[in-house]
């Protein structure tokens, strides 16, 4: 099973911007999709962004024109850059990786949005 490892996350003042790194054990093209998921206290994990194979994204309408995600194949990582954070994006993040139907975590890194 793929490791994904996240880090990155960390304080930020209001309005203020990180960048997510998610470092994956195995080559990222493998999987169907790659993508960050967060999950607030006392809420259900949602998506955030993710990248299919083909490049494709999607994106939360919440995170749209906020966030975006990328990917760098020759160091099998994919990132989410956070602009304009607001308290509503405090939430522990998880990178999450996809084939054939079958999910793979990482640990989650905590983003505890403006300060």
């Known amino acids: 099973q793929v490791r994904l490892v996240e880090t990155g996350g960390g304080m930020v003042q209001a309005g203020g911007s990180l960048r997510l790194s998610c470092a994956a054990s195995e080559n990222i093209f493998m999987f169907n999709s790659m993508g960050w998921y967060r999950q607030a206290p006392g809420n259900e994990r949602e998506l955030v962004a993710s990248i299919n194979v083909g490049g494709n994204t999607i994106y939360a309408d919440s995170v749209k024109d906020r966030f975006a995600i990328s990917r760098d194949g020759a160091k099998n990582t994919v990132y989410l850059q956070m602009h304009r954070l607001k308290p509503e994006d405090t939430a522990v993040y998880y990178c999450?990786?996809?084939?054939?139907?079958?999910?793979?975590w990482g640990q989650g890194t905590q983003v505890p949005g403006s300060s």
């Open positions: 999450n990786a996809e084939v054939l139907m079958r999910n793979s």
